[in-house]
């Protein structure tokens, strides 16, 4: 089975302060994705990495930035966490090449921002 | 741009009550088209996919989906809940030319009453 962990359920932050979110799968996976996942909207791509050191900006990025030094490990950086950025944060990974391979997600982190 | 629409945000039904929760995409192009499920507590897992082929798709759990080119649509079905169908339903699409991107929808919650 495919295991994509992440290494909080639950966060609070302060505002201002430097977020650090981990994120690590099990399978090899080249694909890795971090989403936002807020009521009425669903889920929205933040960044994706296709490969080590690899990275490309979703559709929301600002705000965010990530780093993929292992293959096995995402990480998702907030720089000055703010109120707007409570939400809950989806970690996926996925096989290279095809787009429709299934994506692999990870519980979760939900994250408030005081 | 691409984008998923949702039209019912809350579902209630009956056990034994038939299914069938809409989904709507606009993209020009060939599509791969997904249904994901987020049961209570749980990681969002994949319900079933399509990608080529006969446009009735089989998923898990009874579930099945139809692809109509023609309304630019993908409608989850099923014939008899349960009250373990409880869960937040997303439709996604990734248009092939848009390399990994999924785009989501707003998600549907189901509920049913026992």
Known sequence: D????????????????????????DMDHENMF?????????????????????????????????????????????ESASTNQTSMYLCASS???????EQFFGPGTRLTVL | AQSVSQHNHHVILSEAA?????????????VNLFWYVQYPGQHLQ????YFSG?????????FEAEFI???????????SVQWSDTAEYFCAVNGMDSNYQLIWGAGTKLIIKP
């Open chain 2, 69 to 79: 080119k023609s309304k630019f649509s993908f409608n989850l079905r099923k014939p």
């Open chain 2, 54 to 62: 006969d446009p009735l798709v089989k998923g898990i759990k009874g």
């Open chain 2, 46 to 49: 994949l319900l079933l996919k």
């Open chain 1, 34 to 78: 971090w989403y936002r996942q807020d009521p009425g909207l669903g889920l929205r791509l933040i960044y994706f990495s296709y490969d080590v050191k690899m990275k490309e900006k979703g559709d929301i990025p600002e705000g965010y930035s990530v780093s993929r030094e292992k293959k096995e490990r995402f990480s998702l950086i907030l």
């Open chain 1, 95 to 101: 096989l290279p090449g095809q787009a429709y391979n």
């Open chain 1, 2 to 25: 495919v295991k994509v962990t992440q290494s909080s359920r639950y966060l609070v932050k302060r505002t201002g302060e430097k977020v650090f979110l981990e994120c690590v799968q």
């Open chain 2, 18 to 30: 038939s299914l069938e929760l809409g989904c709507n995409y606009s993209y020009g192009g060939t």
